[in-house]
């Protein structure tokens, strides 16, 4: 009797396992391009466009890193002429959202300063968009 519990204990046990390392290692995958293609990498701003001002010039000369504390969230630098300004950087499981914020900045960094979804991943640029709202904000962010 007691084999009998612990054969149907080893096969629930089985399928669970393997359920879960299925999930797990989709995630992985994301995760793994997240922080291939995202995290601890230069970027500058490409283009950003207020309400159908251009904004982009204000960035000259910036350059951003979002930091891995987490898969899903870390430290932020925006780096100009040697001064830098910390802030933070979060992101959803599925990694449509990207959350920036700088406390205290320039006040060019306040158009950062907001949750984006992403539109576009193809590096070297990546395409943002405000979330949740159809507001004509665009950033786009190069990688170099």
């Not at 149907?8 to 992985?28: D, G, M, P, R, Y």
């Not at 793994?32 to 701003?45: A, G």
């Not at 060019?108 to 405000?130: G, H, Q, V, Y």
Request: glycine share 4%; with cysteine.
């Amino acid at each position: 009797m007691s084999f009998f519990f612990a054969s149907i204990l080893t096969v629930f046990i089985f399928n669970s396992c393997t359920k879960t390392v299925a999930e797990i290692l989709q995630i992985t995958y994301a995760q793994q391009q997240f922080e291939n293609n995202i995290l601890n990498k230069n970027f500058r701003v490409h283009m950003a466009i207020d309400n159908g001002n251009d904004l982009t010039a204000q960035y000259n000369g910036y350059t951003f890193v979002l930091f891995k504390s987490t898969y899903y969230n870390g430290p932020m630098t925006g780096v100009k002429n040697a001064v830098t300004h910390n802030g933070t950087w979060s992101s959803n499981e599925d990694y449509s959202k990207l959350i920036i914020t700088f406390a205290t900045s320039p006040a060019e960094f306040i158009f950062l300063n907001r949750e984006w979804k992403f539109t576009k991943k193809s590096l070297p640029i990546m395409e943002l968009a405000p979330w949740g709202t159809l507001v004509p904000k665009v950033l786009h962010m190069e990688q170099f």
